[in-house]
């Protein structure tokens, strides 16, 4: 079946502006992880989100920084008034419940210029 | 607190050679226990996941690990790597009472012809 899916895959942006990466799960999944990985870095979580049940927004580095998922399914990481320190790849995962295997998108390579 | 440790940043070994790259946890009770492997430009795929039961798990591309409570550890092991391994290896751990994945900073495998 389909696996994680993710858009763009790669985005250039001005500083100060706002941009908007998609997840897409495995269908079916109730799960959804959104990491940040800088050059270099391990993963830095950002945001949870589990069924119906309120996300676990702790990761999430700023107030700049928010995420929604529509119906259970897709998911929008937005970060407004980008600045280059937000310059990263950006990873979402999806599993079927909690901290089962996590199934991983290819990224979205975000560069703040 | 979570943590995972993976001690070697690089890692080079020639190819036919075995491999075995370190991880150490800290976690209050028995981890999910998971190891993912990135190839550049690439998301995180899974290579192998230790839940419960036999020790010894045995993974994609020839990759096992070996959970040791005593030692918090969960190295992964290769008996002969290819070129093809060459990529950056992660591992996490699973805290099921958190609902969340702490992931290791990465080993960047090297392989020598």
């Known amino acids: 079946g389909a696996g994680v899916s993710q858009s763009p895959s790669n985005k250039v942006t001005e500083k100060g502006k706002d941009v908007e990466l998609r997840c897409d799960p495995i269908?079916?999944?109730?799960?959804l992880y959104w990491y940040r990985q800088s050059l270099g870095q391990g993963l830095e979580f950002l945001i949870y989100?589990?069924?119906?049940?309120?996300?676990?927004k702790s990761g999430l580095p700023s107030d700049r920084f928010s995420a929604e998922r529509t119906g259970g399914s897709v998911s929008t990481l937005t970060i407004q008034r980008t600045q280059q320190e937000d310059s990263a790849v950006y990873l979402c995962?999806?599993?079927?419940?909690?901290?089962?295997?996590?199934?991983f998108g290819p990224g979205t390579r975000l560069l703040v210029l | 607190a979570q943590s995972v440790t993976q001690p070697d940043i690089h890692i080079t070994v020639s190819e036919g050679a075995s491999l075995e790259l370190r991880c150490n946890y800290s976690?209050?009770?028995?981890?999910?226990l998971f190891w993912y492997v990135q190839s550049p430009g690439q998301g995180l795929q899974l290579l192998l996941k230790y839940f419960s039961g036999d020790t010894l798990v045995q993974g994609i591309k020839g990759f096992e690990a070996e959970f040791k409570r005593s030692q918090s550890s969960f190295n992964l092991r290769k008996p002969s790597v290819h070129w093809s391994d060459a990529a950056e290896y992660f591992c996490a751990v699973g805290a099921y009472n958190f609902n969340k994945f702490y992931f290791g900073s990465g080993t960047k495998l090297n392989v020598k012809p």
């Open positions: 995962a999806s599993s079927l419940e909690g901290v089962e295997t996590q199934y």
């Open positions: 989100f589990q069924g119906n049940s309120a996300p676990d």
């Open positions: 976690y209050g009770a028995t981890p999910y």
């Open positions: 269908s079916g999944h109730t799960a």
